[in-house]
C-alpha cells in the first residue's frame, strides 16, 4: 500500500516538472499599425503578437489605410524539438519550458491613384470595341421549341 503511495507521488511530481512549449509569432509592418487578420481572423494593430499550437502554413492579410493590402502565405517550420519523437520529450518529459517565438515583417506599399486620363483612354477603347462586335444572331424560327411559359399543342 505504501508503494502505490510513492508511486503516485512520484508520478504527481514528475508530471508537474513536464516541459511545455510556447509557440508564439510577432507580426511588424511597414508603416506600424496595419491591422492584421490570421487565416480571416481578426489579431490586433501590428506589431500584433498571437500563440499558435501547430506548425505549418498561415494566411496572413495586413490592412491599412492608404496602402494596398497585403497578402501574405506564411510557413512556419518546426524547430528540432518539433519532430517526433522530440516533441513529445519537449511537450510532456523534460522539465523546463521551450519558448519558440516567430518574428515576420511586412512592408505595405502606398496605394498607387490611377491617371484619370488613362482611365478614361482605356473606357473609350472598350466602348469602341463593344460597338464592332455587333448585335447576336437572330434565333431561328424553330416550331419545335417554345418560349417559356407557352403551351405546345
Given amino acids: ?3 502505490i503511495g510513492w508511486l503516485c ?10 516541459g511545455c512549449v510556447e509557440r508564439r509569432y ?12 490570421r487565416n480571416h481572423n481578426h489579431i490586433g494593430a501590428a506589431p500584433a503578437d498571437d500563440h499558435f499550437d501547430f506548425y505549418g502554413n498561415y494566411h496572413f492579410t495586413l490592412i491599412k489605410d492608404g496602402y ?11 524547430p528540432w524539438y518539433g519532430y517526433f519523437p522530440l516533441d513529445f520529450l ?18 505595405l506599399d502606398p496605394l498607387q491613384t490611377p491617371d484619370l486620363q488613362d482611365v478614361l483612354n482605356r473606357g473609350t477603347g ?6 464592332s462586335i455587333g448585335a447576336p444572331p437572330a434565333a ?13 399543342p
Avoid: C
Fill in 68 to 78: 494596398t493590402t497585403l497578402q501574405v502565405d506564411q510557413k512556419i517550420e518546426p
Fill in 90 to 107: 519537449a511537450e510532456v518529459v523534460i522539465p523546463w519550458k521551450f519558448e519558440d517565438v516567430r518574428r515576420f515583417h511586412y512592408k
Fill in 1 to 3: 500500500m505504501r508503494r
Fill in 9 to 18: 507521488s512520484g508520478a504527481v511530481v514528475f508530471f508537474s516538472l513536464s
Fill in 140 to 152: 431561328a424560327n424553330n416550331p419545335t421549341s417554345a418560349p417559356v411559359g407557352s403551351i405546345l
Fill in 26 to 37: 510577432v507580426i511588424t509592418s511597414d508603416p506600424p499599425g496595419a491591422i492584421v487578420l
Fill in 126 to 131: 472598350l466602348r469602341e470595341r463593344g460597338k
